[in-house]
């Protein structure tokens, strides 16, 4: 099928042009904050009718979680598929309008700046993992659809029905393997683990929603790895089918296992 006529640039103001890939960002960080001050809100979702931290916690975090969103994106990057360039070139890391995003990058600068926060206010680390990773998938999901926009991150050539035809790999039709990781990564992970919160008591039991969103994120990332075109600067890594985007989500899953297993082991009966 034809690559949908989409301009990835959503709007102008004067010289300087709003693209739909910014925009999702802004907006994932708008919509999960607006969902966590939900859970926030819900008081049965948490051990003892008591949620884990404030209103005002979670609306002071929204700016830590934005910074470390964007420099750990941006250094991940940098770090794990464009280093040689940037050595090159070293200015190459300031063209953020260039694109190059990691979300392995995202998620340890991320981290980080949960940890922080958590040791700075005296509240449960864990439980701030398990509101975040609950409340991310919508960026999962926004941002995936923007790189199908913007025709980026496609697929291996398919003859399937539901091929793509990408604007500048013409003739061949490749998996659209944007809306496969925003289905998989964005909404059935969300899907789980809104489940898991809102009817399994998952918060009740602090740091088991996000060992289930790390395993979830890292099982449906290596899934689709399969079918998308390895990243042209640095290829396949070892025998034709291992790419960094598989290297790096292999150590999540066994992270994401052991913080399932630490949460319910230190944890006693939810109530």
Request: charged share 15%; aromatic share 14%; proline share 6%.
């Amino acid at each position: 099928m034809p690559f949908p006529n989409i301009d990835p640039v959503a709007f102008s103001i004067g010289p300087m042009e709003i693209k739909w890939y910014g925009i999702s960002y802004v907006v994932s960080i708008l919509l999960g904050w607006f969902y966590a001050r939900k859970i926030l809100s819900t008081p049965r979702l948490w051990r003892n009718n008591q949620p884990a931290m404030t209103l005002t916690d979670i609306d002071d975090f929204v700016f830590w979680a934005a910074i470390g969103i964007v420099l750990g994106g941006r250094i991940g990057y940098i770090l794990f598929y464009d280093f040689a360039n940037v050595i090159a070139n070293p200015l190459r890391a300031l063209e953020i309008w260039n694109g190059g995003m990691s979300f392995h990058g995202g998620i340890t600068g991320t981290t980080i700046a949960m940890i922080l926060f958590a040791r700075k206010r005296g509240i449960s680390m864990w439980s701030l993992f398990d509101v975040v990773a609950t409340v991310c998938v919508t960026g999962l999901f926004l941002v995936r659809i923007a790189n199908f926009i913007n025709g980026e991150l496609w697929g291996k050539v398919t003859d399937l029905p539901w091929g793509v035809i990408f604007p500048g790999q013409e003739p061949f039709t490749r998996h659209p393997s944007q809306l496969y990781e925003a289905g998989l990564e964005g909404l059935a992970t969300g899907l789980i683990l809104a489940f898991l919160v809102f009817y399994r008591g998952g918060l009740k039991t602090p740091g088991y929603v996000a060992g289930a969103f790390v395993s979830l994120y890292a099982l449906s990332r290596i899934s689709v790895e399969f079918v998308r075109q390895p990243d042209p600067q640095l290829g396949y890594l070892l025998g034709g089918w291992l790419t960094m985007g598989m290297l790096l989500s292999i150590p999540m899953l066994l992270l994401g296992i052991w913080a399932m297993w630490r949460a319910r082991a230190a944890s006693p009966a939810t109530t």
